[in-house]
């Protein structure tokens, strides 16, 4: 176990980083051991609070979000500022937030918007970006935030574009999620047997995400394992 030193001067053990991904897939991209959300807040909520209760150094969210600002496009990387909901807004670790910058200068550094259900028309994202100022929305971040917050542990957002906030998700894309992250092909399947007219719209959805995934895979390659946390050393990212 390594050491740091605090700011208060004293010796802190260096542990491990939590990384926080809504899919399978993007926890294959951070390449680290990864909580995985599913859309279930509840259940995640329970995961995170108890690996910050074996030792964290630093949590971040990662993965890929619905776009608030009109002017952000599908692969367009948002580094979170802060976590916004509509009752609260809780800061992100500013050293951190400054190392992502300097290594992703493309990104753009903005509040991120949480919530335990999905954004999917684009009035409701005009709406929530009306009311807390975030650039994307996802449902993990605001859960990262809250329990860091609550344990004294440092926290970061990485959220990369997929569906920009002039589009709405299919009803197909909403439901296809398993719990454990992955991809319900059969559901999507179904939905799409009894609404054919969504086909398009799915394709479309999925060529966003893929540009959200490709710029979270870029992202990943510029930042190392740590991906950017100052707090962790090298050596003990891949710790489970």
Not at 38 to 48: E, N, Q, R, T
Request: with cysteine.
């Amino acid at each position: 176990m390594g050491i740091r030193i605090g700011d208060d001067g004293d010796l802190v053990p260096m542990r491990r980083l939590i990384v926080v991904v809504g899919m399978n897939r993007e926890g294959k991209i951070a390449r680290a051991p990864a909580i995985v959300g599913g859309g279930c807040s509840a259940d995640l909520a329970v995961k995170v609070s108890t690996a910050l209760a074996l030792g964290g150094n630093g949590v971040i969210s990662f993965g890929i979000g619905g776009g608030l600002d009109p002017a952000l496009r599908p692969g367009h990387l948002v580094i979170g500022k802060a976590v916004t909901t509509v009752g609260d807004r809780l800061a992100a670790d500013a050293a951190w937030v400054e190392r992502l910058a300097a290594h992703l200068p493309d990104a753009i550094v903005a509040d991120i918007a949480g919530g335990d259900r999905m954004i999917v028309t684009a009035a409701e994202k005009t709406r929530l970006r009306q009311v807390t100022g975030a650039a994307v929305a996802d449902m993990e971040s605001h859960i990262v935030a809250e329990l860091a917050a609550r344990a004294g542990v440092p926290f970061a957002v990485l959220r990369a574009v997929a569906d920009p906030a002039s589009h709405a998700l299919p009803t197909s894309a909403r439901i296809g999620l398993k719990a454990n992250g992955d991809p319900d092909v059969r559901a999507v399947i179904f939905n799409l047997a009894r609404r054919p007219g969504e086909l398009l719209a799915l394709i479309r959805t999925a060529r966003q995400a893929a540009a959200a995934f490709r710029a979270l895979a870029d992202a990943r390659h510029l930042l190392g394992p740590r991906l950017g946390c100052p707090y962790v050393a090298q050596h003990l990212v891949d710790v489970p």
